[in-house]
T-cell receptor
Framework: EDQVTQSPEALRLQEGESSSLNCSYT??????LFWYRQDPGKGPEFLFT???AGEEKEKERLKATLTKKESFLHITAPKPEDSATYLC??????????FGQGTRLTINP | KAGVTQTPRYLIKTRGQQVTLSCSPI?????VSWYQQTPGQGLQFLFE???????NKGNFPGRFSGRQFSNSRSEMNVSTLELGDSALYLC???????????FGPGTRLTVT
């Protein structure tokens, strides 16, 4: 069964303090790993898709990387508007998105 | 381009009743997926429809069902509601590219 574990559950940073979120996964036949951002009361917003180990994607202050067992979402010099829950999901051979529990990120000004 | 829309946004039902939720995907998207989100279980996949056919299904009881119309709009139905069905129900649409799904704002269902 495909599984995704995200850590930490919650992270509080000061504005400008860089850090990384972790997503560990087990999947049969990885088709893709996905990062989403979810703000309170809203649906998840698509950020990145990573398809194979070694791949990296960047968007503004966010950078996602992928290895054979985990993915990291690096946040560089975050701003308060980066506060959200970040969700990681994998799709394997069963072609169902399996989500982790998310990391709740708070950036204090 | 308009995003995914879901109606209603909020719903309160009584145990034993049934409910129908509606989703309009992004124009041109043929895939619609439904998810249940709760604080305890997180986001869980319910089912996916593509060109009016159910293409995939999660591990939920038969009380949860769905359908997709020729214009790609989709509905999900939950019969004989239970207290544990209280959740945020999210719809997501895609063009068929694996995993790149775009979510609507969700329908908050409360069962009393």
């Amino acid at each position: 069964e495909d599984q995704v574990t995200q850590s930490p559950e919650a992270l509080r940073l000061q504005e400008g303090e860089s850090s990384s979120l972790n997503c560990s996964y087990t999947v049969s036949g990885l088709r893709g790993l996905f990062w989403y951002r979810q703000d309170p009361g809203k649906g998840p917003e698509f950020l990145f898709t990573l398809y194979s180990a070694g791949e990296e994607k960047e968007k503004e202050r966010l950078k996602a990387t992928l290895t054979k067992k985990e993915s990291f979402l690096h946040i560089t010099a975050p701003k308060p508007e980066d506060s959200a829950t970040y969700l990681c999901a994998v799709m394997g051979g069963a072609q169902k998105l399996v989500f982790g529990q998310g990391t709740r990120l708070t950036i204090n000004p | 381009k308009a995003g995914v829309t879901q109606t209603p946004r909020y719903l309160i039902k009584t145990r034993g009743q049934q409910v129908t939720l509606s989703c309009s995907p992004i124009s041109g998207h043929r895939s619609v997926s439904w998810y249940q989100q709760t604080p305890g279980q997180g986001l869980q996949f319910l089912f996916e429809y593509f060109s009016e056919t159910q293409r995939n299904k999660g591990n939920f009881p038969g009380r949860f069902s769905g359908r997709q119309f020729s214009n790609s709009r989709s509905e999900m139905n939950v019969s004989t509601l239970e207290l544990g069905d209280s959740a945020l129900y999210l719809c997501a649409s895609g063009q068929g590219t694996i995993g790149e799904q775009y979510f609507g704002p969700g329908t908050r269902l409360t069962v009393t």
